[in-house]
């Protein structure tokens, strides 16, 4: 499919869109106008005589339709008028010729929740917020429904965000083994295990001057994260020092969660979770994705659905007394039958939260080589998602953050619940950029926040481990852009 620019500057958003309705397909983004062969889609922007002329033709499959419209040069937010004029011809044309009609309308982005928190603060009422979105977005009721729902008991937990707060991200960036699924930096345990003293060593040391920035701009600590990969491959008197570190050098007296992910089961012992126990750590994370059987090993998971539940008891038999469990919907192989028993497994062990991700297949993933039909099997994807978010209603878990993101099945999106009260603090800081993140580890990307404002200021790690350990000193010299931003924006 050709994406054809025709004088204006909507470029992504045009290419965005059209993703949506021919999923696995390559997409072409052109000014080149005399490539209107085959299926493509043209888009034309001519301003004159205080108008702007809109112009949107569809050519899929030898047929073309065609819409057009005016705004004047002088309307109110000129440029986002066009795009979402041009959004909605674009929707509507392409909805037509394939027959699909993604139910996020012509929101593109992975925050769509930070739009609905401008929108009341802006002073719109609710009436006027569903209008909007369900007129100029096109949103479905279901999905505006669960962004209002979402907004609101995000708001509760971003309260507590103070201009001098921060979170701190610990990357443990290795895995027993790699997800078909997966596009993140993470090594298998069997080619990275002779990097992992090293890297502990390495983290130790960022951890440490991370701190000392931290002490001098007098920021306040609200959470900790262990994300990766899985951080439970490391050993547990790895895992203890690293909790003995941050405790020592970091001010815990704001500290209001501190998570760790302990994805994979086959790296849980009742060794880790004991050193998870008797220490600051407040939420954990046992992810089985599926508990289908045929599922997990489908997509390179080297444990059982009974292996999740067995490390689940685990952790509650040691007091461990917050839990995430991750789904995802849309694994191959996976029915929607067995996804309901997957959803309804999990609901029976009652853990604090439950995630549901749409099945996102990203380039760097081994399930991007897979037949692109499977990648339009997203009515099944929707029922899954749907019944997730019906169920897990009746039983008292509300939707408390919410991000999209691109090649996910559907145009879907993936979803926090929670039973009252036990909302995930940082999940909901990093999607709303709420304040800054400070990320250690390779892979770590610290996302610097301006106090009271909306300046983003992104600081990178070296991606892979071998290059973090190789290229240290740089790492360590970019810390320092941390404290070169708050002196620009003090809190």
Known sequence: MIVLVDGHKHHYEMECLTMMFFPGEKITT??????????????????????????????????????????PLDAPDYDRQCERDFGRMVYRLLSAATGRAPKWGILTGIRP??????????????????????????????????????????????????????????????????????SFVSHSIDRAKKLMPEYVSRLVEELRYTAKLVDQIGIKLKTVYFGGGTPTTLTAEQ????????????????LEEYTIEAGRPDTITLEKLQVIKNS????????????NDQVLEAVGRRHTAKDVIDKFHMAREVGIDCINMDLIAGLPGDTLDSFRRSVDGLIAL?????????????????LAKVDPEFLRHGSLVSD??????????????????????????????????????????????????????????????????????????????????????SRFDQVIARKDEVTKFYETYPF
């Open 30 to 71: 052109t000014t080149d106008l005399s490539q209107q062969d085959g299926d493509y889609l043209y888009t034309r922007l001519r301003e004159g005589e205080g108008i702007g002329q809109l112009f949107v033709r569809a050519s899929v499959g030898g047929t073309s339709a065609e819409e057009g419209m005016e705004i």
């Open 113 to 182: 929740i930070k739009l609905f928190h401008q929108c009341v603060a802006d002073g719109m009422t609710e009436e006027e917020i569903r209008r909007l979105f369900t007129q100029e977005m096109l949103l479905s009721p279901g999905k505006l429904d669960l962004a209002i729902q979402t907004q609101k008991n995000e708001q509760k937990v971003l309260s507590r965000s103070t201009r001098d707060s921060f979170s701190l991200y610990i990357s443990i960036p290795f895995c027993p083994s790699r997800c078909h699924y997966c």
């Open 239 to 254: 895992l203890q020092l690293l909790i003995d570190v941050i405790k020592e050098e970091f001010d815990f007296s704001h």
């Open 280 to 291: 600051d750590v407040t939420r954990i994370s046992i992810n089985p994705q599926t508990l």
């Open 350 to 366: 009652g853990p604090e939260n439950i995630t549901v991700h749409s099945l996102s297949v990203k380039r760097a993933a081994d």
């Open 384 to 469: 899954m998602v749907d019944y997730s978010q019906r169920v897990l209603a009746q039983h008292d878990y509300h939707p408390y953050y919410l991000y999209r993101q691109k090649n996910t099945m559907d145009n879907l999106e993936n979803v926090g619940y929670c039973r009252p009260g036990q909302e995930g603090l940082y999940n909901v800081y990093i999607m709303d950029e709420t304040h800054s993140i400070l990320a250690v580890g390779a892979g770590g990307v610290t996302k610097l926040r301006e106090p009271g404002g909306s300046k983003i200021q992104r600081v990178f790690n070296f991606k892979f481990p071998y290059e973090y350990l």
